[in-house]
């Protein structure tokens, strides 16, 4: 081994300081993110909006396990019924069973929210990553470029971009809502690593011979993405609220698709006589909404060092 | 070069480094600072040389360029709005100023390290310590994560945390201050640097652990024979640990000499002025000896020697020219027009003389 391995390792130097820490605590994982479960696990409103996601999700993905019908079986001498103990939500007019079909809509617009999402975190984090680490003039342009993106209301762009398309589906609307939304991510990203960048450890890490990309890898980002991804998961309601919008406005999903946008574009006509149809895709829509709100804002707090009581 | 490091090779990242001259030499070394209130002049032509084994410590208040001259070295000074107007630091030679960015970056934490003032807020928060001293080894010698990680532990234990195999997975703010030192300690050390810079490392500690840490670095100076530049503004640290002293004011090297000849005979006012402003066991009770006045403000030089303004020696001499750093006896150099009176001790003030 190496003359410093070799050398007196079993005598420290200098006699080692009693270190309070260590003796008779239990093993417990202090890392940021162990911290941020120790203090989510507390909140009431993170464990509700825990449960609500997690039923969620699972409808979204397997829509079979809590409707037994097939959401395109529809017969239409049953149309426009008041919902009863055999169709708990009553029936479209085509007669589908309404309750399946609130079930099977939970996928699209899920997954509309989580593209979009998950894309906007990757692209919007890299280039705010970018613009914060390197400065200068990619800063500058990186950011001249948001400011013009952020000029237009985000529904206006993606109503006219939308409206001049023919045929659209998931891919499509996800993408003109990623087009439309990365620069608040970016931002935010930006703002975060500037926040980082300047800490004694990015210097300390320089000092000892960090290259640039270790430095964003092990120290930046792990220290720099906490309010990002809160704000991510606020995020996602929002853009699930975005697609409903659109889809209800005839720009955004077409039909034979299933969402819960269509239903409410559908229900629009009928609303005094079948109030039903308006009521509950909607409920979903402000359900799934309030889910991800909820636990995007129990994320930022848990994340939010200044916040935390240790 | 991947398992075994050799530390003996003197250089580990690349380049040849040949032997010639003292491990480093800073010539002359200019750095100023761009602000909206004008030119700062943080450093006026610095000199002074390191060997081998030997500990440097460079002596100042607030402002007189200390964490400059740290930072000019390890080139992290942040530019701009720093920049470096002129001069030389030559590493074994090699003139560090005119490298490319990447192989300079190669000689940080293999050759010249670097230890900082705060250990709790040099360490990444949201990574274990193991894992960072790990890092090192990961990243310079592209070694694995196992073996890397059994280095640390050494690494650990050899600065003395006790119980290392249990504490490497624990994070900064789980640490006491010391043990935090010495992690940041066995981090800058982890490969084996010629030349190890340490910025006031025991400034954020109290007295008892300050010793112990300082105990620690000059036992691994020793054992690895490198080359300490220890920067502080604190006169009692540096007695016991320094060979070399050399005394900062105004971004000029005021004085510099062997560390008994500088506590022995002064000869600088600013030196001597340091030197009774500390407080003494056997002078209790009455009041301490401040230098008066306020260190130039770097934007407005005063012309001639820069302690010209608060020094009681001062003549007209001293306000109108600037003195170099020239020698007394031997290495013992000051930069004042009275060096030989000074160390004398002989000269008088002003006053004195007419009276």
């Known amino acids: ?310 | 070069m991947t398992t075994a490091p050799q530390p003996t090779t003197p250089a580990q990242g690349d380049g040849d480094f040949t032997s010639t001259g003292p491990l480093l030499e800073v010539k002359d070394l200019h750095v100023e600072f761009h602000t909206k209130q004008g030119v700062a002049q943080a450093i006026n032509g610095l000199n002074f040389t390191l060997e081998a084994g030997e500990t440097l410590a460079i002596l100042g208040e607030s402002g007189s360029g200390k964490s400059v001259t740290a930072q000019t070295i390890m080139g992290i000074l942040d530019m701009p709005p720093g920049h470096i107007a002129g001069g030389e630091i030559r590493y074994r030679g090699q003139d560090l100023l005119a490298m490319k960015p990447e192989q300079r970056r190669r000689l940080r934490g293999v050759n010249i390290s670097m230890i900082f003032q705060d250990a709790l807020s040099s360490l990444n928060p949201v990574l274990p310590v193991g894992w960072q001293i790990a890092e090192m080894f990961r990243v310079h010698q592209k070694m694995r994560r196992r073996p890397a990680r059994q280095r640390a532990i050494e690494l650990m234990k050899r600065v003395g945390i006790p119980a290392a195999e249990q504490r490497v997975g624990d994070y900064a703010h789980q640490f006491s201050g010391g043990m935090r030192q010495r992690i940041m300690i066995a981090m800058a050390i982890a490969l084996d640097p010629d030349v190890l810079i340490a910025d006031e490392p025991t400034t954020a500690l109290d007295v008892t652990v300050q010793a112990q840490v300082m105990r620690l670095l000059k036992e691994l100076q020793t054992e690895n024979n490198m080359g300490l530049i220890l920067i502080t503004h604190d006169l009692g640290v540096v007695a016991d640990v320094a060979d070399k002293i050399a005394v900062m004011y105004a971004g000029r090297v005021m004085e510099a000499a062997d560390v008994y000849e500088i506590y022995a005979r002064p000869g600088h006012p600013y030196t001597k002025g340091l030197l009774e402003s500390l407080p003494r066991i056997d002078a209790a009770g009455e009041r301490l000896n401040a230098i008066p006045g306020l260190p130039p403000s770097l934007t407005d030089m005063p012309s001639g020697c820069p302690f010209s303004p608060r020094c009681p020696y001062a003549t007209d001499l001293c306000r109108n020219e600037m003195p170099e750093l020239l020698p007394i006896v031997g290495e013992h150099t000051s930069a004042c027009h009275y060096r030989e009176e000074m160390h004398r001790g002989h000269l008088q003030t002003p006053e004195e003389a007419q009276a």
């Open chain 1, 1 to 310: 081994m190496t003359e410093l391995a070799r050398s007196r390792s079993a005598a420290p130097a200098g006699g080692p300081a009693p270190s309070p820490t260590t003796q008779g605590r239990p093993q417990e994982d202090a890392s940021l993110w162990m911290d941020t479960w120790r203090s989510l696990r507390k909140n009431p409103w993170f464990l509700v909006s825990a449960v609500l996601l997690l039923v969620l999700i699972t409808v979204a993905l397997f829509p079979q396990l809590f409707a037994t019908h097939d959401p395109r079986e529809c017969f239409l001498g049953r149309s426009r019924q008041e919902p009863s103990a055999e169709h708990w939500f009553g029936t479209d007019i085509q007669g589908c069973d309404y309750y399946t079909r609130v079930i099977y809509g939970a996928a699209n617009s899920m997954a509309v929210g989580v593209i979009v999402t998950g894309s906007i975190l990757v692209l919007g984090s890299l280039l705010g990553l970018m613009a914060a680490y390197f400065g200068g003039w990619v800063d500058a342009v990186l950011m001249r470029l948001t400011d013009l993106i952020f000029a237009i209301p985000y529904m206006l762009g993606a109503l006219v971009f939308l409206a001049v398309q023919e045929n659209r589906n998931v891919w499509d609307v996800a993408f003109i809502l990623i087009v439309f939304t990365w620069p608040t991510m970016a931002r935010l990203m930006r703002g975060s690593v500037l926040a980082v960048i300047n800490n004694d450890y990015v210097t300390a890490a320089r000092a000892l011979g960090a290259g640039p990309l270790t430095i964003m890898r092990r120290h930046i980002i792990p220290n720099s993405l906490g309010p990002v991804v809160g704000y991510a998961a606020v995020y996602t309601g929002v853009i699930i609220g975005a697609e409903a919008t659109l889809t209800f406005l005839g720009v955004g999903l077409q039909l034979p698709a299933i969402s819960w946008g269509l239903q409410l574009n559908d229900a629009q006509s009928y609303l005094q006589q079948m109030p039903h149809l308006l009521t509950f895709p909607l409920i979903f829509v402000a359900l799934t909404v309030f889910a991800f709100t909820t636990m995007g804002e129990a994320l930022r707090d848990a994340l939010d060092p200044k916040s935390k009581k240790r």
